[in-house]
């Protein structure tokens, strides 16, 4: 019942569209002002989509089999909150979440611009309706979430345990928010563009959702990364997988935007650069969607797919493609040159330089990504880019990147010198200095790390003075600076410091070697509701005579079958202890593998803090 | 002459050219050494000569082939035509079972020996790799 009210609400939002299109059409060649029957038949298609997700969540809680979706990713002893999330922890369900994001921030969209311009609303809205149009045909025609399956099965198939988890619930529909908001800045970039409506007033206008969209986006990545982490086992938070690349490159293109934003919003210059980024950045969102769920990509993560729904997305977002470099060769207008007024050190030239960087990292990525499609195509070879394309590649760079952000924010706009920097200089050697002592004492790579380790510091140093010097006047900036900083100073001692030990032992045995001690105790054995634990008890010594005990679990989860461990982490502020276990077919040895991680924990803390600096601007946006 | 703003924007897109065209050299450069092939166990077979270089295999793993000692873990890999030994010592991923696929990334010893560094998991538990499946299909 709750399938069939779903599937008829999609077939009427659909419907909807067709009236939302003649009822702008018709506002738009009048004079008159903006027509409120049009947000009126938004709101509508925004309701129909939420019933029909709020028809498939039913369906998935009530275990409703005879819905090819439930009977494909769900199971009656499955918990309640994993029923519920599992209505996006598949390709049909996620969908349905895209369009119920597009319509509903095409909604907010439209109640929250009542100062914009009439025409210039209405054709925003009705280059997302053709957004919204694909999606609505694409699910309806090659991924309904609400196929009949007839006899209706008994019980269904499960759905994969390593996405029951807290994180992954969340992490699809935070994601999305992010990928999916950026619709609306390239709706109402590719409007404006259109009637010439590009101005100071327009960036600040299109500066909140470009903020939003890329909060949700930078929160998403790090909940994805933070469970990639703890349950995939595998002890690290990046692995260079083509997935992760797909929701990295929007998030480059969205922060360069966001930077550009700022000097349209100051200085009406850079609208070219405005446009094609903002294109980009849903272009790849939705390329992104593409790879991931059409199978083309040969990752880590497949997830089951179908070559159909692929080509679907690719013809539709080459269609948008066309139309958005249509607009953009045909209607929009060359900048004065004039307006390129500026001294090589200056702050302009500064977020220049911070774009270039973040081009090249992001064309780098999209190569490592991309390549192999294009080499399996051409060649039919198998091919994969692992981490030593994307170090070799990337690190380099980022010392001047690092420099740079720690330098620009200190120029001023136009023409800038460089008097009164003293301390520009005084933190340099500092930051030197540091780096010497902490890496000469490891037996590393010693010149690539020392000036990586200072270039990190430097940018640390300088952003948290300016917490002390400027007295919260550009609060958020410093806090997302700070934050990146921090960052790449965890990530690079995390990097430089991390030890594991992996062997195999069985129960009672004890592995030995100069630093460590693991001894394998016991095992207990429960049974779950839906799985039965094997959990280790483990009793660790290190070289100080430091005793610590860990239970890592393994879980043996009935429908569908498949064994997944559960790391057992002892975090403080300065390291992680991180053990798995994994017990392989019908043999006596457990695979265990114990990691010491530090300054895991500020990683995470990090990208928080670069987060809150967005929330931040959007707050103080808002006050003003 | 030329005024100082033309000169200027001369040195600038001059600039730009030759970072374009180092970075894409360097790019392309990189992609060539660090690109790991996929291989199957037929594959292999036929290789002219072993190479030093990184690979993948793939395939699935033999029912009752794996045997894990206190150091390692051996198992045999095959696509239904051909098998291939290996040898991996490492984090066994919990998706690795006999009869499922599996795709392991390391350095050919010969063409029966396979010396693996990784053994990469997936999320799907149907996942098979594409070859296999082919094969299979075939079948």
Known sequence: ?624 | MYGRKVKLRFIFLLLALIILSLSTFLIIKSLEENVVYFQSPTKIKTLPEIEKKKIRIGGMVKKESILVKEEEVKFIVTDYKNEINVIYSGVIPNLFAEGKGVVAEGFLKDRNLFLATKILAKHDENYMPPEIKKALEEK
């Not at chain 1, 690349?245 to 998030?251: A, D, Q, T």
């Not at chain 1, 060769?329 to 774009?355: Q, V």
């Not at chain 1, 634990?533 to 660790?540: E, H, L, R, S």
């Open chain 1, 1 to 624: 019942m709750a399938s069939l009210i779903g599937f008829y609400s999609l077939i009427f939002g659909l419907g909807l569209s067709l009236f939302i299109i003649f009822f702008s059409y018709k506002n738009f060649k009048s004079s008159n002002n903006f027509d409120a029957r049009i947000t009126t038949f938004t709101f509508l298609q925004l309701l129909l989509v939420v019933i029909s997700f709020i028809g498939l969540i039913i369906s998935f809680i009530n275990s409703d089999f005879s819905n090819e979706t439930v009977f494909n990713h769900s199971h009656t002893t499955k918990p309640i909150f994993y029923k519920i999330s599992g209505t996006w922890g598949n390709h049909e369900g996620s969908l349905l979440l895209w369009l119920l994001v597009l319509t509903l921030f095409i909604f907010l969209f439209l109640i929250k611009s009542k100062k914009q311009d009439k025409n210039y609303r209405i054709l925003t809205l009705l280059f997302q309706q053709v957004i919204i149009i694909g999606f609505f045909i694409f699910i309806i025609k090659t991924s309904s979430p609400f196929n009949y399956i007839f006899p209706t099965p008994k019980e269904g198939l499960g759905l994969n345990p390593i996405l029951q988890d807290p994180a992954l619930a969340i992490h699809p529909p935070i994601l999305y928010l992010g990928y999916v908001g950026s619709s609306v800045i390239f709706s109402s970039t590719l409007a404006a563009t259109s009637l010439n409506y590009i101005s100071k007033e327009w960036a600040k206008h299109i500066k909140i959702w470009i903020l939003l969209s890329w909060i949700f986006l930078t929160l998403g990545i790090l909940l994805g990364s933070i469970w990639a982490y703890y349950e995939l086992g595998w002890g690290g938070f990046w692995f260079w997988d083509p997935v992760e690349n797909v929701s990295l490159m929007p998030w480059l293109a969205l922060t360069t935007l966001l930077h550009c934003i700022l000097i349209l919003e100051r200085k009406l210059l850079f609208k070219s650069w405005v446009i094609i980024l903002s294109i980009a950045t849903f272009t790849l969102s939705m390329s992104g969607t593409f790879l991931v769920r059409s199978g083309v990509l040969n990752s880590v993560h497949t997830f089951a797919n179908d070559p159909q729904r692929g080509l679907f997305i690719l013809i539709f977002l080459f269609c948008l493609i066309f139309l958005s470099l249509f607009i953009f060769f045909f209607f929009h207008k060359a900048e004065d040159k004039r307006e390129y007024n500026f001294f090589w050190l200056s702050k302009e030239s500064s977020i220049i330089l911070n774009n270039w960087f973040m081009m090249y990292f992001l064309t780098v990525i999209l190569i490592g990504t991309i390549y192999p499609i294009f080499l399996e195509v051409i060649t039919s070879e198998k091919i994969s880019v692992g981490p030593p394309f994307y170090n070799k590649l990337l690190i380099p760079f980022l010392v001047p990147f690092l420099f740079a952000m720690a330098i620009g924010p200190k120029l001023k706009w136009v023409k800038s010198d460089l008097k009164d920097k003293l301390y520009l200089i005084i933190f340099l050697i500092i930051s030197l200095l540091i780096s010497i002592f902490i890496i000469k004492n490891f037996n590393i790579d010693f010149l690539i790390n020392t000036i990586l380790v200072t270039a990190a510091f430097y940018l640390f140093f300088i952003t948290s003075r300016d917490f002390f010097i400027k007295k919260f006047n550009n609060l958020s900036q410093n806090l997302a600076h700070f934050g990146f900083s921090l960052l790449m100073l965890s990530i690079l001692l995390n990097n430089i410091f991390s030890t594991e030990v992996i062997t195999n032992l069985r129960v009672g045995e004890t592995y030995k070697s100069e630093k460590i001690e693991i001894n394998f105790v016991s095992i207990d054995k429960n049974n779950i509701k839906n799985y039965n634990a094997i959990t280790g008890n483990f009793k660790i010594e290190n070289i100080e005579g430091d005793m610590d005990i860990f239970k890592p679990e393994l879980r043996i989860y009935n429908q569908p079958n498949i064994v997944t461990s559960e790391a057992y982490i002892k975090t403080n502020l300065f390291t992680d202890k991180f053990i798995t276990i994994n017990l392989v077919q019908n043999q006596d040895y457990f695979n265990v593998r114990y990691q010491i991680k530090p300054f895991m924990i500020w990683i995470w803390i990090s990208v928080l803090l670069i987060t809150f600096g967005g929330i931040i601007s959007v707050f103080k946006r808002h006050e003003n």
